[in-house]
């Protein structure tokens, strides 16, 4: 028998083993299942969702949900080239060992049958970064970079976890590690800095900045290890954060990440700051807070320096001014004229937290080589309706952009407006590009991933098939610059409350500023403006000091209000008080007081239960 035949009568042979018995192995033989896997892919797309999963997309997309509902649900995912997805969960469970999750599609229709959680190491919820370089899986908590080993066809790779880039404590806030590699064997991490505006007191009304941005000897510390982008070697073990380069620095807060092939050079989409108005309202409005500063899309060469935290990018004007912690009045520029402008100014507060350059095939040619980008939405837009929320798309040429953003896929929110971060079912966040071409997009809330196939005629894609998501840009509340006076959602906000003058009014006084002495001001009180659910759980299950309130001590009891006033009773009050006495406005729905009082409850009885233990 020659060798044509054997081999043919192999592949029958496999064809009727998988047939019928494919069912009965299960996930068990793994290797097995990747052979079929491989063996059995026609090239054909699979079937999309008749809704396209909830989503919006240009004409000729279509989308399918490939897995719902994934325990630990997702940050960024990386698609093997055997079509496996490999998620970084944004809730990792050691107790059950793994912060990863790899999935598998075992009979070819799209959908992920298989899922295997995996992978234990020292982290917790805001690790990101998961990216295939070299047959390794590189991923990372806050603090380090690791890898895994992958195993040929098998779906979970070698058990050893290796450490490539390890970082100290403490943790704060914007300690993400994104990653990406070049073409000469470089991993490029981001370092963000702990700050919001590099303040003596970070997020405190008034507080000044630390450093001179004039003098680079008096510069602010956080810039000496963090605020910006380290180079190191990606095949090299064990390296801290002195064994690298800095390549970048003045970038408060990086999480989207990417090394474009054909450009050769390194992109970055930097989070701009937050709380213009509820750190300087006599400098910034409202409106102004919920426009500035822009999200800053970088094109990064070596020595990049993003200005953070001494400037800011105002996209309405094209600069770069001062920050108000440093002298900054809206108009002040100081040396920000000499600082590198970004290729685009997204919108204030979109939160881009991927960056993805396609390369494939499956696309219409206008997007080849362009850059997607995830936005995972606002959290504090208020008193507009919180932005983002969308996945867009940039035209790249020659490694520039060559047209203006567009929106590529909208819809995760499922709301509009959106009032509060918590009203949004789905928020995009990871991305990933599958070896056919296929744009993968992982979400945050529920752990869910969307696969984004094109169906149409590749050759007569052109504008009329972007007039849909073009009008979404302009209209939908998420995208659109909002009208400083009809799209305020606060304006009807109480002036006067019932709730208030019972049992409120006498503790913290008609205008709000307390009695100076026993109980503390809710005017312009950090413990009404920071954190509306702290300050639901304050109302709701009372308050014991000593605290400090905008710098001075107090100690009385706050009773627990929650037992005797119901979930919109609690609302009606606090949006009364964040909506007067100076407070930076904020909507508290009912909904927002029986989610806290549900998280007390179970806490509560956990609690009970350890003690009876």
């Not at 299942?33 to 026609?42: G, M, R």
């Not at 092939?261 to 400098?283: C, E, M």
């Not at 208030?500 to 500023?513: F, I, L, M, P, S």
């Not at 006033?565 to 606090?574: G, K, P, T």
């Amino acid at each position: 028998m020659n060798r044509t035949k054997t081999t043919l009568m192999a592949f029958a042979c496999l064809n009727f083993f998988k047939s019928r018995y494919l069912k009965v192995i299960g996930t068990g033989s793994l290797f097995i299942l990747s052979a079929f896997t491989w063996y059995n892919n026609d090239g054909k797309l699979p079937k999309p969702d008749a809704n396209n999963g909830g989503l919006y997309l240009p004409g000729g997309f279509r989308a399918l949900v490939v897995v719902d509902s994934l325990k630990g649900r997702a940050r960024q995912i990386a698609v093997s080239s055997t079509g496996d997805i490999y998620v970084k969960a944004r809730f990792p469970n050691y107790n059950e060992g793994f912060g990863n999750i790899a999935l598998r599609d075992t009979n070819n229709d799209g959908r992920m049958d298989v899922i295997r959680p995996f992978g234990k190491y020292e982290g917790r919820s805001y690790g990101t970064a998961m990216r295939i370089y070299n047959g390794y899986l590189y991923f990372s908590s806050e603090l380090s970079v690791y890898r895994m080993k992958l195993k040929g066809n098998e779906l979970l790779p070698d058990e050893q976890v290796e450490t490539v880039v390890a970082d100290v404590p403490p943790y704060h806030e914007h300690q993400t590690k994104p990653i990406a590699f070049d073409n000469d064997g470089h991993i490029y991490v981001g370092w963000g800095a702990g700050s919001n505006a590099g303040q003596e007191k970070n997020r405190v009304p008034g507080s000044k900045g630390i450093g001179d941005p004039f003098s680079p000897d008096q510069g602010n510390p956080l810039l000496k290890d963090h605020g910006g982008i380290w180079r190191f070697d990606a095949n090299k073990l064990n390296q801290k954060q002195t064994d690298g380069t800095r390549f970048a620095t003045g970038l408060r807060s990086i999480v989207a990440l990417d090394w474009d092939q054909k450009s050769k050079a390194l992109y970055t989409v930097n989070h701009g700051r937050d709380d213009f108005r509820l750190l300087w309202p006599d400098i910034y409005s409202p409106w102004e807070s919920a426009m500035l500063p822009a999200e800053e899309f970088f094109k990064v060469n070596e020595g990049l320096d993003g200005g953070w935290p001494y400037y800011y990018y105002d996209q309405i004007k094209g600069k770069k001014l001062l920050n108000p912690e440093f002298g900054g009045d809206k108009v002040k520029e100081g040396n920000g004229a000499k600082l590198q402008k970004p290729l685009i100014g997204f919108p204030a507060h979109f939160a881009p937290n991927d960056l993805l350059f396609y390369k494939g095939k499956q696309f219409p040619e206008r997007y080849k080589n362009g850059a997607f980008i995830a936005f995972h939405g606002a959290t504090n837009r208020a008193p507009y309706p919180q932005a983002g929320y969308i996945v867009a798309f940039v035209p790249f040429k020659n490694g520039m952009p060559s047209g203006d953003w567009e929106v590529f896929a909208d819809g995760f929110a499922g709301v509009d407006p959106i009032i509060s971060v918590r009203d949004a079912k789905y928020r995009p966040m990871g991305l990933a590009e599958g070896a056919d071409g296929s744009l993968y997009i992982a979400d945050t809330e529920m752990g869910r991933i969307w696969r984004v196939i094109y169906t149409g005629d590749k050759k007569q894609f052109g504008t009329t098939q972007l007039v849909g998501m073009l009008k979404r840009k302009q209209t939908a509340s998420n995208i659109k610059t909002p009208d400083e006076i009809k799209d305020n959602l606060f304006k009807n906000l109480p002036q006067n409350s019932q709730i208030y003058n019972t049992y409120c009014v006498a503790c913290h006084q008609r205008d709000g500023k307390g009695d100076g002495n026993r109980f503390p001001p809710l005017e312009q009180s950090e413990w009404v403006n920071v954190d509306k659910f702290r300050l639901i759980n304050v109302v709701l299950n009372g308050l014991k000091g000593p605290i400090t309130v905008k710098g001075l001590p107090y100690n009385e009891v706050m009773p627990a209000h929650g037992s005797f006033l119901n979930d919109a009773q609690i609302a009606e009050v606090l949006n009364y008080v964040k909506s007067n006495f100076n407070n930076t406005p904020e909507i508290v729905t009912a909904a927002d007081v029986a989610f806290v009082r549900k998280m007390s409850a179970e806490k509560n009885n956990q609690q009970n239960g350890q003690k009876a233990n």
